[in-house]
């Protein structure tokens, strides 16, 4: 197996994840608007909605974290590492990757496995008239950093690749927005032809310029 047959595999693993959980956000809106209409249309409200409602958002808060390591998507602070060359990125990502990440990942991996065993023994429930399970939400604490964790390890080892090679190896593609806008002008009879080419055209050179910032590489 290659290098970036490992790398596309781990991405594959973590955006799996990501989209996956992805689908409670839409369980959690609809949960909130059945909510809404129970308490105010019915008066009749839930007294668990508080509680299934964070653990549901906080699930896909975690269960997201790997998916957008793995897209280069978390917020970065871009005064000097954009204009840098992708040796001097790879390296200084590298560094904070093993400093920081690496070490605060697995303390929280670690210290959730034994917060959320201690929840099954005793099958934790939350405090309100209609108590719910907490300790299945504990229990992702571990898995999410276990997740992240393997793709931090991942991102280590494609900092290694750039700093051998001098550049970023590509990053597994995932649907963007601009693939979306194509797929409308293609379709729309409101655009003319040479209008639809040209938006066309504006719109691959702006996700070929977001690729290259976001895999580091410099024109």
């Known amino acids: 197996m290659s ?42 409200p839930t007294a668990w909605i508080f509680d299934a409602s964070n653990m549901m958002y906080g699930t896909l808060f975690m269960m997201g974290g790997a998916y957008t390591l793995c897209q280069d998507g978390h917020v970065r602070g871009d005064f000097f590492y954009g204009s840098a060359q992708p040796r001097t990125q790879a390296t200084l990502d590298m560094v904070l990757y093993i400093l920081f990440f690496i070490p605060g990942v697995v303390a ?15 099958k934790e429930q939350t405090f309100n008239a209609d108590p719910l399970p907490l300790y299945p939400f504990k229990a992702i604490i571990p898995l999410a950093g276990l997740i992240v964790l393997v793709q931090g390890l ?28 194509e797929q409308q002008l293609s379709s729309s009879v409101y655009v003319d032809d040479e209008a639809r080419k040209q938006a ?20």
Not at 21 to 43: D, G, P, Q, T
Not at 160 to 180: F, M
């Open 3 to 44: 290098i970036q047959t490992l790398l596309h595999t781990v991405d594959r693993i973590s955006t799996w994840f990501g989209k996956a959980f992805a689908w409670l956000i839409v369980a959690l809106m609809l949960l909130v608007v059945v909510e809404v209409f129970k308490r105010y249309a019915l008066n009749a």
């Open 200 to 219: 066309i055209a504006n719109a691959k050179q702006i996700e070929e310029s977001a690729h290259q910032r976001a895999s580091g590489g410099q024109l």
């Open 154 to 181: 991942a991102e280590i080892l494609r900092c290694i690749v750039c700093i051998r090679t001098g550049e970023w190896t590509p990053r597994l593609k995932d649907a963007d927005e601009i693939d979306v806008v």
């Open 108 to 122: 929280l991996t670690y210290a959730g496995w034994t917060y959320a065993a201690d929840s099954w023994i005793i």
